[in-house]
Nanobody
Framework: VQLQASGGGLVQAGCSLRLSCAASGRTFNLYRMGWFRQAPGKEREFVGFISGSGDRTFYADSVKGRFTISRDNAKNTVYLQMNSLSPDDTAVYYC????????????????WGQGTLVTVSS
């Protein structure tokens, strides 16, 4: 599986941004898709994931209620809708894929996109 994340950019605090992650392959619906982020000088942090069918999501406490993950299996794409952004959300955001049903750590994902930078100004 090859992943391509896009949609990052510079936004002001309080604004919204939607990231996309396009995947290759015909079995996209079999993969749990996760989002992670990494701020400068910090470890990669789990943001959330969505099940292969899209019926189950799980979020980190730091983004719960502000971020929403969705997917369109017909388009082989997963989305990360980010609302009420704050400077603390500034990071490179990565999408990741794995065939197992659950995973909230980087090691539980086999495939990674290249990352897209989100910068939130105050």
């Amino acid at each position: 599986v090859q992943l391509q994340a896009s949609g990052g950019g510079l936004v002001q605090a309080g604004c919204s941004l939607r990231l996309s992650c396009a995947a290759s392959g015909r079995t996209f619906n079999l993969y749990r898709m996760g989002w992670f982020r990494q701020a400068p000088g910090k470890e990669r942090e789990f943001v959330g994931f969505i099940s292969g069918s899209g019926d189950r999501t799980f979020y980190a406490d730091s983004v719960k209620g502000r971020f929403t993950i969705s997917r369109d299996n017909a388009k082989n794409t997963v989305y990360l809708q980010m609302n009420s952004l704050s400077p603390d959300d500034t990071a490179v955001y990565y999408c990741a894929a794995d065939r197992t049903p659950y995973g909230a750590t980087p090691i539980s994902y086999d495939y990674w996109g290249q990352g897209t930078l989100v910068t939130v100004s105050s």
